[in-house]
């Protein structure tokens, strides 16, 4: 990817290898169409609540790895075992209420896309 021209207030000083400018050049403000990286998105904005943004890009890629792959369909199957397999995750955030809202919203986003096609159509207002 190309260095950007001029840099926000907030990562310009950082050092290039900053988690948080590195999740601003690659991912932040970038557009996002594919349903399973915007439900991981949604994982991790489900995660943030109470914590620093530093705490969850530290542990992004495992929340990735604990949550299939942010796979929308499989996670809305997850059951008991799964809870309490990631309960026990200490790579992740072992919060019962976030890992039961993550996958509450993976069912309500398969019921979305079957109406809209896509979370992103949803997301983008194609669809009411």
Request: contains cysteine.
């Amino acid at each position: 990817m190309e260095n950007p021209n001029s840099y926000c207030t907030y990562v310009k000083n950082l050092d290039e290898n900053n988690l948080h400018r590195i999740y601003h050049d690659t991912e932040y403000g970038f557009i996002v169409t594919n349903d399973n990286e915007l439900f991981g998105r949604l994982i991790l904005e489900i995660n943030q609540a109470g914590l620093s943004w530093t705490t969850i890009l530290k542990k992004k890629e495992n929340f990735r790895s604990s949550f299939s792959n942010f796979h929308i369909h499989k996670v809305a199957n997850y059951d008991e075992k799964d809870i309490q397999r990631l309960l026990n995750d200490s790579e992740i955030i072992r919060n019962k209420l976030k890992i039961n809202a993550i996958i509450f919203n993976a069912k309500k986003i398969q019921i979305i896309q079957k109406r809209c096609g896509s979370f992103y159509n949803w997301l983008k207002k194609k669809c009411t």
